[in-house]
């Protein structure tokens, strides 16, 4: 993986972030060559803008006065390559932007460049910022990588990859052995793809340490099932395993910052195909936690495969169960596609969550859980239906399926894109792991550093 930051270079070029509020003031104690390098530049102080001043040998770059992402996220690929440094003090959360601002999905095609590097400030932690960057990156890469190189088997491999890394335990569980052990709503939703479906489940951390459960959906490709999508649909089909990707980002973070919890990471990992063997409409599936679930629509898979990874955290009563899917377009319209739905059985959870957010720049949302929408899911025959009938509050009747198999346990649920739409600083367009950072933080303040 490259590694954007050094640890010194005496010949590294400065860079200095000038605030449009400043600016007048700041070109005013320029040399008259420089500003008239700014002029010539057209050079004005706006976030994305940089240019080179000759007079010292700088770059001066546009910024906000904000602390995100953004303040430094963009110039890696926009500066020329070379070595760079800061020319004042900047924030962890500025260098990170730097070094997330380096990525470049380069499997299938060589990049047609590479990024300029950061020298560190003296003090800065590089162990960290370097954790919290292949965390992310991590994550893209899954994301990113299609499914015909990402399916249940080699999502689980990387999990596995990950757990080995850090001498953790992991255990999969594959095809009609998800019966055997009752896990019903994986095995149904998975049991058509060429590549059979399974559980990971990976453990970690110290005996009487804290117990964080972990879960992310897996589906490496979502057909829809018999309920198929259109073809526009299914074209960004491979991000479906995001959830799964963040999660296991999530976790590779937590063992490398080595933060004292025990850590429980469960990923689903499955493919919704069409054969002669697929779930359809209006089966009904048997789940881990004994709930019966009608199958209303085939193409709400990631809340069956999910209830039955619920259930089997909950079964160790965690202090904390965190879910990240992919998992309704109708988040998408209540929140768009930057933001994260948060939906928690535990309100001063979710707003400590929100708050952490908003520290690190990966904003979350709080959603409503509200109850009174409950008879959506009504089945005749079964305990529920896995997906309401009518389009309206399709994210929360989502989220309310997926409670019924938390039972008590405090539970965060994450409906997230999983996918930059568009190029950001610090954020290029592609597979993102949204929502990661928040937790972390989360976790880092209430079970220590």
């Known amino acids: 993986m490259f590694d954007p930051y050094l640890s010194g270079d005496p010949d590294a070029t400065p860079i200095e972030l000038v605030g449009k509020a400043g600016f007048e003031q700041w070109v005013s104690r320029q040399s ?3 500003r008239h390098a700014i002029a010539q530049q057209g050079f004005a102080a706006q976030p994305g803008q940089h240019c080179w001043l000759p007079g010292e040998g700088r770059v001066a770059a546009g910024w906000d006065g904000k602390s995100s992402l953004a303040s430094l996220g963009g110039l890696p690929l926009a500066l020329s390559g070379g070595v760079y440094r800061m020319a004042h003090d900047v924030d962890e959360l500025q260098l990170l932007g730097w070094g997330l601002g380096c990525y470049q999905f380069a499997r299938y095609k060589d990049p047609s460049r590479s990024p300029a590097r950061l020298v560190l400030p003296v003090g800065a932690p590089r162990e960290r910022l370097a954790n919290l960057v292949g965390a992310v990156t991590l994550a893209r890469d899954l994301i990113n990588t299609p499914a015909g190189d990402m399916s249940p088997t080699q999502l689980a491999d990387e999990a596995s990859q990950v757990a080995d890394t850090h001498d953790a335990e992991c255990r999969i569980v594959t095809g009609d ?3 055997t052990e009752g896990f019903g709503a994986i095995h149904a939703v998975g049991r058509a793809a060429a590549d059979p479906p399974r559980l990971v489940d990976v453990r970690w951390g110290e005996p009487g340490r804290p117990l964080v459960a972990v879960v992310g959906k897996g589906v490496c490709f979502d057909s829809g099932g018999l309920d198929i999508k259109t073809a526009a649909g299914m ?7 995001g959830g799964a990707a963040a999660a296991l980002g999530l976790a590779q973070l937590i063992m490398a910052q080595e933060l004292p919890v025990r850590l ?5 990992a499955v493919e919704n195909a069409i054969a002669g063997n697929a779930y359809r409409p209006g089966d009904i599936l048997d789940t881990h936690a004994g709930i019966t679930v009608e199958v209303d629509n085939t193409d709400a898979e990631g809340r ?9 955290a909950a079964e160790e009563q965690p202090e904390l169960i965190v879910d990240f899917a992919t998992l309704t377009g109708a988040a998408r319209v209540a929140v768009g596609t930057e933001v994260s739905a948060m939906f928690s059985n535990d309100q001063a959870v979710a ?3 929100a708050d952490s957010g908003r520290a690190v720049d990966d904003p979350v949302w709080p959603m409503p859980l509200h109850d009174g929408y409950s008879h959506l899911l009504h089945s005749k025959v079964a305990d529920t239906l896995n997906s309401a009938s009518t389009p309206h509050a399709g994210a929360i009747t989502a989220a309310l399926f997926l409670q019924k ?3 008590t346990c ?4 994450f409906d997230i894109m999983a996918y930059n739409v568009r190029n950001r600083p610090a954020r290029p367009e592609g597979g993102e792991a949204m929502a990661m950072r928040a937790v972390f933080r989360y976790l880092e303040d209430r079970f220590g550093r």
């Open 32 to 34: 008259e060559g420089d």
């Open 177 to 179: 052995d998800l019966l």
């Open 235 to 241: 074209r960004t089909m491979k991000k479906d395993m």
């Open 264 to 268: 429980r990471l469960l990923i689903p």
């Open 304 to 312: 069956l495969i999910l209830c039955d990874a619920l259930s089997l």
């Open 351 to 353: 707003a400590d969550i």
């Open 405 to 407: 198999f938390v039972r």
């Open 410 to 413: 405090p539970w965060v649920h």
